[in-house]
């Protein structure tokens, strides 16, 4: 199993193993411990990295400090321009929405979002809405120009990042599948009716670089960074850099999960010391990878095997 980690830093290299930080499933929440993507990743289809997912026993394996930010660090992206606009005057569920409620919206239409039940489907989780006419100062101003997407960015990090952390409290894992993002009225909204509102809040990213929808409250599901075997997970073409977004297969991608490891099974109780962890996950995930591409064996192959070890952040969240 792979494990997950946000920040690409290893080479991959063609024919030998090396450990990633991919995703991983605890028992009672696990963390993954600081690991680095490979950084000069090829943005190949035909190039495969198979990404094992360590799986943690009650819990989760990871938590999303995915905010919606590009640059090389820790936080993780949808696309491009990943904050999502309303485009339109916000309407009744955006400016009603408060945190702890989950809005649903039809296929790339957020401008149509209504609040929802959390135990049913929903892409969006309010963490905090921020009125961003109480701030100091002219930014936010009846006259003031919108962000630009740059600023947007900045602000989902200096807003939503405390804010879903607050919101989340012992249940925060830096490492989860979901993300921190921001979604906001857009430039027409806030030049026409002057909206000013933003949502804090998480989502789970999808296919197609859209927002996956999801049942209950990230607080009470896995957190966990774990995909079905035979999932492909994208790469950046701006960055070379892995995402944590599934993509099809027979379009470029870093990695391909081949199955996921339950730590629980063998650490049922505390945390396991990492090289525990090390020995159980590669042991488990070099067999599994061996029946995964039966009947070729993994050491005949030019493909690296990844998988994290889980850190106690997420252990515990």
Known sequence: MERMSQ??????????????????????????????????????????ALLLTALGGLLIAGLVTAIPVGGAGSGRFLDSSPVRSTGTKSDAAFNRASPGECLMWPDTTPE????????????????????MRTFPGSEYGPNAAPPTPARIQQ??????EA????????????????????????????????????LCGLQLPGMNNQQQAFKGKVADVDQSKVWPAGTCLGIDSATNQPTDAPVDCAAPHAMEVTGTVNLAEKF????????????????????????????????????????????LASWTA
């Not at 590669?282 to 993994?298: I, N």
């Open 7 to 48: 920040a690409p830093e290893k080479e991959l290299s063609e024919a030998r193993e090396s450990r990633a930080v991919e995703s991983t499933d605890e028992s009672p929440g696990l963390q993954p411990s600081a690991f680095g993507w490979p950084r000069s990743l090829q943005a190949r289809a035909t190039r495969r």
């Open 112 to 131: 149509s979002a209504k609040i929802v039940n959390c135990g049913d489907e929903h892409k969006f989780e309010v963490a905090e809405s921020i009125d």
């Open 163 to 198: 804010a879903v952390r607050n919101y989340l409290g012992a249940k925060f894992d830096p490492n989860s599948r979901f993300t921190v993002s921001l979604l906001w009225p857009g430039d027409r909204a806030w030049r026409q009716s002057g909206d000013r509102r933003m």
């Open 268 to 311: 049922p109780g505390a945390l396991p010391a990492e090289p525990d962890q090390d020995g159980f996950i590669k042991d488990s995930c070099t067999k599994m990878t061996d029946a995964y591409l039966a009947p070729v064996k993994l050491r005949t192959t030019t493909l690296t095997l990844i998988y994290p070890t889980v850190p």
């Open 155 to 160: 602000i989902t990090q200096e807003q939503c």
